[in-house]
């Protein structure tokens, strides 16, 4: 089955600064990359997401890229926010209706 | 608005009971999951179900049930075998079709032993 891994962990960024968070799949047929995002007591918010068929997406400070042929995709966030702190997953999904998900990074973002 | 509705927020189990979580979605979707969430450990299936009256078994079924009777409603029963049940449950949905499409959360059950 699809083994999907999450780095880092932890991060701490100064407000202002970028954050990036990778993660890498094994299985080839997946095909969808969905990014959330998790404050504390909520359910996980879907933030951006990207096809096999895309290299990259970006959306206002967030953007995601994909590299099939390494088998990683990345989360990129751009002049971070206080209210950007939170707990970030990656997924991943080959169309058979089932996804699998990262470990989390959680992030805090340093006023 | 459109949603998925877990309730109750919080829920306490004694020594041998059974205890049901719900879920609700409005958003006229096909498909509905149960996942467990432990720190460290992002979120682990449970059980998923892509239509009516099936469902099948994620990764960590074991000492869990479920039942898909109507579309809008997958509630989830913690059994008295489940011997480590403290967790925070996520319930989630999504449309099915020939490509996958983002799956929307409910706000979570937090559920702890007394």
């Known amino acids: 089955g699809e083994n999907v891994e999450q780095h880092p962990s932890t991060l701490s960024v100064q407000e202002g600064d970028s954050a990036v968070i990778k993660c890498t799949y094994s299985?080839?047929?997946?095909?969808?990359f969905p990014w959330y995002k998790q404050e504390l007591g909520k359910g996980p918010q879907l933030i951006i997401d990207i096809r096999s068929n895309v290299g990259e997406k970006k959306d206002q400070r967030i953007a995601v890229t994909l590299n099939k042929t390494a088998k990683h995709f990345s989360l990129h966030i751009t002049e971070t926010q206080p209210e950007d702190s939170a707990v970030y997953f990656c997924?991943?999904?080959?169309?058979?209706?089932?996804?699998?998900f990262g470990t989390g990074t959680s992030l805090t973002v340093i006023p | 608005d459109g949603g998925i509705t877990q309730s109750p927020k919080y829920l306490f189990r004694k020594e041998g009971q059974n205890v049901t979580l719900s879920c609700e979605q409005n958003l006229n979707h096909d498909a509905m999951y149960w996942y467990r969430q432990d720190p460290g450990q992002g979120l682990r299936l449970i059980y998923y179900s892509q239509i009516v009256n099936d469902f099948q078994k994620g990764d960590i079924a074991e000492g869990y049930s479920v039942s898909r009777e109507k579309k809008e409603s997958f509630p989830l029963t913690v059994t008295s075998a489940q011997k480590n049940p403290t967790a925070f449950y996520l319930c989630?949905?999504?449309?099915?079709?020939?490509?996958?499409?983002?799956?929307?959360f409910g706000d979570g059950t937090r559920l702890s032993i007394l």
């Open positions: 299985d080839s047929a997946s095909n969808y």
């Open positions: 989630a949905s999504t449309m099915t079709g020939a490509f996958s499409q983002p799956q929307h």
């Open positions: 997924a991943a999904s080959n169309s058979g209706n089932q996804f699998y």
